[in-house]
RNA sequence: GGGCGGGUAGCUCAGUGGUAGAGCGUCUCGCUUACAACGAGAAGGUCAGAGGUUCGAUUCCUCUCCCGCCCACCA
């Protein structure tokens, strides 16, 4: 008989274990009689695995591989998101390593270098995730740029485009002056800083009086075109319908009334600057105003000869001193406010007008609150519901086009002589232009959103020529942060384009904080690189911890500690099965069962089916706990104890507990007891074992 | 400004209308032939604060205070 070293070291035998599944994990490669479908949130290119990521792919595998045990045939498919401004900004900082940006090397080398970029390092993440021991089919990897798939994001682009709801418009909209492109409502975040309001006076037309508005953003009124007052506010009523003089430019503002106008803030007089901001940009549009632009892409100012060209910050200051020497700064005071900024590269954000793409979100918006409304869809736990509520009720259509180069590029072909002429189509179309009657078309250079691409991702990879049955999934994991960004997308676009929601369960995991309670962030130093962890502990280990951690509330505080319990834990496993190895051929067989051997096979069997209705009910935690009190204190500190010396035990019955619990504790921790099932004698794997019955 | 989650042992968290639980940590004792990454045992909490409902509240209700998050964006 082999004999196991003490102690168990994961290092090597991870390894190995993966490799041995790694042709099995393929959907031909077991014979389950029902489909279980599952969606893998596609990781970014520029990813590398963190904290977030190991959560929910251990979750959903501790899922995916307890329903493989129970009969399912698993459709897990991975994947990787192009990632459009994300990516495209890693490639840019490797180019300025170089010296050289984006417009030095063109848009068709820069792609070219992205997918260079992608190829090299794209995979990394995956091969990261195998290193965790997740159980997808990897023979099905896809990503949102294969040829499949770009065809799948044109097609959608066009059937909204011939339902009405694809446009395209010149508005306001958020622009990331750095990234040089327009960004939707939900890619904007927000710092507190401090900075300065300054109270500025536009003198009444024909009288020496005047009212006081109330702005951070001074350089903005250049493109003024009104004040508005709130209909209801009694001191502003004997100016409404008057005309105020725009000081340094003089040019005359109708003062007017909108209920959007809060008469509790600053002066209760606002500015009116369509093409700047988004608020006054529908103000501008119920009123009929113009929109002046007067800051361009580069965050500098235009269409005011004295100020042409000038940087926003500038600009604002020389405003400030032309108003300070006429006697129209009334004053300035310090505030903290909400400043917008990228989500991707965290520069002040512009709003600019903009020729856009956009889809109208009425009836989508609709679509996806019914399936939750009426339970075609399941979020999970219960109070996430709001947050997606909230979101669809006051929701703005959905600006879709990015200027960036990386991405999916739009099926749209613009006349060559005609600005506002184009046509919506996947090849080049052979008409005339309806304006100058030519037939000169030429490719658009727009990309979409790349969450408009991830918003399809559920029928992209599921619907398939050979696979036509795959679609919709049964669930999908998802952090709370992108419930609106990518969860409530799906759905709707899901519903509208296959008729069925894409998935019944929607599952939000915590989100994995610090212990301390800080995010975990790599520029903060404060992140946790999973890959250290499994070093130090091996994967199960980590797996252990982390669900160890897992419960309904927003936020997990991970604490190593747990990690390395799951290290002792994998120690006590192995060590159990060391004495089997070592015992049972010594023991005594008899008919029957001693009180010991009735008391274990009592608690295995409640175990067994407290753990199956945890898991079932996403309750991996309390099945992990479950599982590890009857295992080290039932199993090991009192039946173990009394199989030694002179024991009525049946031997059978020691056996039985070594094979169920394996199967029990795989899901969990499934390296290890995928090498203890080996080292007992089997032959195949414990991957495709059957799940324990009741003994 | 609106909403959500949380405040229980030193730490991370369970939990219940009826004299508080786990893991880790701490302390004591044991290197007993699977495991010292172990075993046996112990200490440790006015369950954020105030009020209410109740025979009884950590658990239900109201308010307050702290911490975190989300949405709106302040012109």
Request: hydrophobic letters at 40%; one cysteine or more.
């Amino acid at each position: 008989m082999k004999v196991l070293p003490t102690k168990y070291d994961p290092k090597n035998i991870e390894d190995r274990i993966y490799k041995k599944w790694l042709p099995y994990l393929s959907v031909e490669k077991h014979k389950g009689t029902k489909n279980f479908i599952a969606l893998m949130a596609p990781p970014n290119v520029t990813g590398s695995l963190h904290m977030g990521h190991s959560l929910q792919n251990t979750l959903l595998d501790v899922l995916i591989r307890y329903k493989r045990m129970n009969d399912y045939k698993i459709i897990w498919i991975p994947g990787l998101d192009h990632a459009g401004i994300a990516t495209q900004n890693v490639v840019e900082k490797e180019l300025k390593k170089e010296g050289l940006t984006r417009f030095d090397l063109g848009r068709e080398k820069f792609i070219k270098r992205v997918w260079e970029w992608k190829e090299k390092y794209g995979n990394i993440i995956l091969e990261q995730f195998k290193k965790l021991g997740i159980s997808p089919d990897w023979s099905r990897t896809r990503f949102t740029m294969d040829k499949e798939y770009v065809k799948w994001v044109e097609r959608a682009f066009i059937e909204y485009y011939k339902k009405g709801w694809v446009y395209r418009d010149y508005r306001a909209i958020n622009f990331c002056p750095r990234c040089k492109t327009s960004l939707s409502d939900l890619e904007i975040e927000y710092i507190e800083k401090e900075g300065k309001i300054y109270y500025i006076k536009y003198p009444i037309k024909d009288s020496d009086e005047y009212l006081t508005v109330a702005t951070t953003r001074p350089e903005t009124m250049l493109g003024d075109v009104a004040l508005a007052v709130n209909p209801n506010d009694q001191r502003y009523t004997k100016y409404i319908g008057r005309i105020a003089i725009l000081p340094i430019l003089n040019r005359e503002l109708l003062i007017i009334t909108d209920i959007k106008v809060d008469p509790k803030f600053g002066t209760g007089v606002v500015k009116v600057t369509p093409a700047h901001s988004i608020v006054d940009y529908e103000i501008g549009v119920r009123h009929n105003l113009e929109m002046i632009k007067v800051i361009d892409e580069d965050a500098k100012i235009v269409n005011v000869p004295e100020f042409e060209n000038m940087d926003y910050l500038t600009a604002r200051e020389k405003i400030l001193s032309i108003l300070k020497q006429k006697g129209l700064l009334e004053k300035e005071e310090d505030i903290k406010h909400n400043v917008p900024i990228c989500y991707r590269c965290q520069t002040e954000l512009q709003v600019i007008p903009s020729k856009e793409w956009f889809l109208k979100m009425t009836e989508l918006a609709k679509i996806a609150k019914d399936a939750v409304k009426t339970r075609k869809v399941y979020i999970i736990p219960n109070r996430f519901k709001k947050i997606y509520f909230d979101w669809l009720k006051n929701i703005r259509d959905w600006c879709i086009s990015r200027k960036i180069w990386w991405g999916q590029v739009l099926p749209v072909w613009y006349c060559k002589n005609c600005e506002d002429s184009y046509v919506v189509s996947t090849k080049k179309p052979n008409k005339r232009c309806k304006y100058c009657k030519k037939n000169q078309w030429y490719r658009t250079e727009e990309v979409f959103d790349t969450w408009f691409s991830s918003a399809l991702w559920p029928f992209a990879i599921l619907y398939t020529k050979k696979e036509k049955d795959w679609y919709p999934a049964d669930i999908v994991f998802s952090a709370r942060d992108i419930i609106n960004l990518w969860i409530a997308r799906m759905i709707y676009s899901g519903i509208f384009f296959m008729k069925k929601p894409p998935f019944k369960f929607v599952y939000i995991h915590p989100t994995v904080l610090t212990k301390e309670g800080k995010r975990m962030s790599k520029s903060l130093g404060t992140g946790i690189d999973p890959l250290d962890l499994i070093e130090k502990y091996g994967a199960d280990a980590l797996r252990f911890g982390l669900i160890w951690q897992t419960t309904n509330l927003q936020d997990l505080r991970f604490d190593e500690t747990n990690v390395e319990n799951g290290m002792k834990f994998a120690n006590k496993i192995y060590n159990a099965i060391r004495f089997y190895l070592i015992r049972y051929p010594e023991m005594k067989k008899r008919e029957g069962f001693s009180s010991e051997d009735k008391k274990i096979i009592r608690a295995f069997n409640s175990t067994l089916k407290y753990v199956s209705k945890n898991i079932e009910n996403f309750q991996f935690s309390n099945a992990l706990k479950r599982l590890y009190k009857f295992f080290w204190n039932h199993f090991c500190d009192v039946y173990i104890e009394s199989c030694k010396g002179d024991t009525k035990n049946n031997p059978e019955v020691l056996r039985m507990i070594v094979i169920n619990s394996l199967k029990l504790l795989h899901p969990f921790m499934p390296f290890i007891t995928e090498y203890l099932w080996e080292e007992i004698g089997n032959r195949n794997l414990l991957l495709h074992e059957k799940w324990p019955q009741q003994i």
